[in-house]
């Protein structure tokens, strides 16, 4: 059983800044990818932030020099911190990982997500 735990939403005003954390647990053999993707109101779920188990990353233009995510391998876990949040960052925020069990094979897994709210 494998399980992604996210942390660290909350409500602040626009321009302030959060840090989400994103805990894989469980019978982790090897963790490839991981990533955020968020889903605001009324909207599909998009993709904010991706890092390679190498530390390669990838941004949507939207968060681009104001989010920087991050993994610690030792602890299986997944960051982002949010900078100079905006109205529209407004989103359920999700953690997404490939994660490989013993004798499972790989699978991609998902949190349950963390709230994040931006008022202007």
């Known amino acids: 059983q494998v399980q992604l735990v996210e942390s660290g939403g909350g409500l602040v005003q626009a321009g302030e800044s959060l840090r989400l954390s994103c805990a894989a647990s469980?019978?982790?053999?090897?963790?490839?990818?991981m990533g955020w993707y968020r889903r605001a109101p009324g909207k599909q779920r998009e993709l904010v932030a991706t890092?390679?188990?190498?530390?390669?990353?990838n941004y949507a233009d939207s968060v681009k020099g104001r989010f920087t995510v991050s993994r610690d391998n030792a602890k299986n876990t997944v960051y982002l911190q949010m900078n100079s949040l905006k109205p529209e960052d407004t989103a359920v925020y999700s953690c997404?990982?490939?994660?490989?069990?013993?004798?499972?094979?790989?699978?991609?897994?998902w949190g349950q997500g963390t709230q994040v709210t931006v008022s202007s």
């Open positions: 997404n990982a490939g994660i490989s069990s013993p004798g499972r094979g790989w699978s991609q897994y």
């Open positions: 469980g019978s982790i053999a090897s963790i490839s990818g």
């Open positions: 890092i390679t188990s190498g530390a390669s990353t």
